[in-house]
């Protein structure tokens, strides 16, 4: 599942009527699950790939600010016919500084909202290249993020679902040739739930209509192969049960951490998986990492400023010791 595009490029020469040359742009979707367990003391995350088509992308991991990661699905991932690597929104997005200043209204909170904002700004000129009608579902995102980590001013831990869905408007009497903007983006709090609420596992899928059955469905449904799992340990056994009261908020984050992996491979079958951790302080490890190597990114002078805790995407092996 690709999105090709036509790009129409008008060349002006001299005593040379214009004329058009048709182009592709492609955008590699990201499919798949991401699974998120809040701890008493950290975020534990997973991420599923599940494969739209022969040259679909993985989930990508990318180091959003100080305190938060962004887990990317859908077109996360485009390549422009004049350049030969494509842009990769987890690599080639700057760090993001959060102003406190910043006072547009919209609504997000100022953090949520300026992140959300330079993610806009670096998908709409793509978007804008954009001149085949797109096959989406009524509401359905083109690219979304699962915004996961600490919120400012020690409100805790939060995870955000960030879509950014477009529109289009034919622009020529074949309806051959649409004009695509991409919306401003809307802002989903998945955790912390509403007062009073069970405290459950989060989930978010791209597509949204994937048909595997979340993991808390599973633990609900007592599905044999978790039951086996939880019978076989005392320590996770106790994680379910937590889980399955509303009450994951009050699991021990390695008893959790080890739960998650060794469930991983019987819900993931033989697609590939991450699993990670982020600490309250922005700490972060993986357990589970990605399997192409994280790239080191030219280092800027916000990132001269970021504290020595903040979260690394890089493996663990390449972290300083704690």
């Given amino acids: ?24 742009i492609v955008a590699n979707l990201a499919g798949g ?40 699905l859908g077109a996360a991932e485009w390549q422009v016919p004049a350049q030969p690597q494509p842009i990769r929104l987890d690599r080639d997005l700057d760090h993001i500084h959060v102003d406190p200043r910043y006072q547009r209204q919209g609504e997000a909170e100022v953090d949520l909202e300026q992140i959300g904002v330079q993610f806009l700004e670096k998908l709409r000129p793509l978007v804008a290249e954009l001149r085949h009608k797109i096959d989406l579902k009524p509401d359905e ?22 879509d950014y869905r477009v529109e289009q408007q034919a622009v020529s009497a074949s309806d051959d040739y649409w004009q695509t903007n991409i919306l401003r983006p809307r802002f989903t709090q998945l ?52 889980i399955d009261h509303g009450q994951a908020q009050k699991a021990v984050t390695e008893d959790s ?36 190597p994280v790239e080191k990114r030219q280092q800027t002078a916000d990132d001269k400023n970021r504290p020595p805790e903040a979260p690394s995407l890089r493996r663990k092996t390449d972290l300083p010791n704690r």
Avoid at 56 to 64: E, G, K, L, M
Wanted: hydrophobic share 50%; net charge negative.
């Fill in 1 to 24: 599942m690709r999105l090709f595009i036509a790009i129409f490029v008008v060349l002006c020469l001299a005593a040379i009527p214009l004329a058009a040359q048709e182009d592709e």
């Fill in 33 to 72: 699950r991401v699974i998120i367990h809040v701890t008493r003391d950290a975020i534990i995350f997973a991420a599923i790939e599940h494969p739209l088509e022969s040259k679909s992308i993985p989930p990508r991991i990318a180091n959003i600010d100080s305190g938060h990661i962004g887990i990317l």
């Fill in 141 to 162: 995102p083109l690219f979304s993020i699962v915004l996961i980590g600490y919120a400012p001013k020690d409100y805790g831990p939060e995870v955000w679902l960030i």
């Fill in 191 to 242: 955790y912390p739930p509403e007062k009073h609420a069970p405290h459950t596992l989060i989930e978010a899928r791209f597509p949204g209509d994937l048909q595997d059955v979340p993991l808390q469905g599973l633990l609900q449904q007592n599905d044999p192969r978790i039951a086996r799992l939880t019978s076989s340990d005392q320590r996770f056994a106790k994680v379910a049960d937590l």
């Fill in 257 to 292: 951490a080890d739960f998650l992996r060794a469930t991983l491979p019987l819900i993931a079958g033989n697609a590939n998986f991450i699993e990670g951790v982020m600490g309250e302080r922005g700490t972060f490890q993986w357990i589970v990492p990605p399997a192409e």
